[in-house]
């Protein structure tokens, strides 16, 4: 039987200038689908990402009443943690919809927003082929740039030793580096308290 398992958890406030701040959310998945590249991932996506993946897809599945998102409230409080939960909640509802239907998971951009950091912009490249990667391409090179597994960590420094130093650069154009990508799917710090 399949299955794909969907979380959307630990909302984060993050700080995008000195005057602006939002909220994004961990998207968990799980799964044995074939539909699937990767079988688990963990990426983090804001709230005006979701609307620009409902818009992508309704203009793609025109015959498809897809779910709604929770409303957009001018009164969200990202400080209230009721206001911030209960957008949650609604988010997690929308994706456990979409992933039921076979029609929604054969858009490529579903994939991506799922299981890559790529910006829509990116992604609507990628999946327009303006991109030197592929859809695959892009959702593997995630997945090596954020595992978390010591093992996995050696295995990766062994295959980078061994290849080509004509091989796969770090400027591939599939986001950001190591170093800069913050998926809260790795151990959390003992001072997130809240």
């Not at 968990?28 to 590249?37: E, K, P």
């Not at 054969?106 to 999946?127: G, I, K, N, W, Y």
């Not at 295995?155 to 800069?180: H, I, Q, T, W, Y």
Request: with cysteine; net charge negative.
């Amino acid at each position: 039987q399949e299955f794909v398992t969907v979380l959307v958890r630990d909302p984060r406030t993050q700080k995008e200038d000195s005057w602006h701040s939002y909220v994004d959310y961990e998207i968990f998945i799980h799964t044995n689908s074939m539909c699937f590249t990767r079988k688990t991932s963990c990426v983090r996506r804001r709230f005006r990402e979701f609307v620009w993946l409902r818009q992508r897809l309704q203009s793609n599945a025109v015959l498809i009443q897809l779910p709604e998102l929770p409303s957009k409230t001018p009164f969200f409080n990202m400080n209230n943690p009721h206001h911030v939960d209960h957008r949650r909640q609604g988010l997690q509802e929308f994706l456990e919809k979409i992933v039921q239907d076979a029609l929604l998971l054969s858009d490529s951009r579903l994939h991506l927003f799922l299981q890559t950091q790529l910006s829509p912009e990116d992604m609507e490249a990628c999946v327009s082929g303006q991109t030197k990667y592929s859809v695959a391409d892009a959702i593997h090179k995630f997945a090596s740039l954020n595992r978390r597994f010591p093992v996995e960590e050696e295995e990766r420094k062994k295959e980078k030793n061994n290849a080509d130093s004509d091989s796969e650069s770090s400027s591939s154009g599939l986001g950001p580096s190591d170093d800069s990508i913050s998926c809260g799917c790795k151990a959390s710090s003992a001072s997130e308290e809240s």
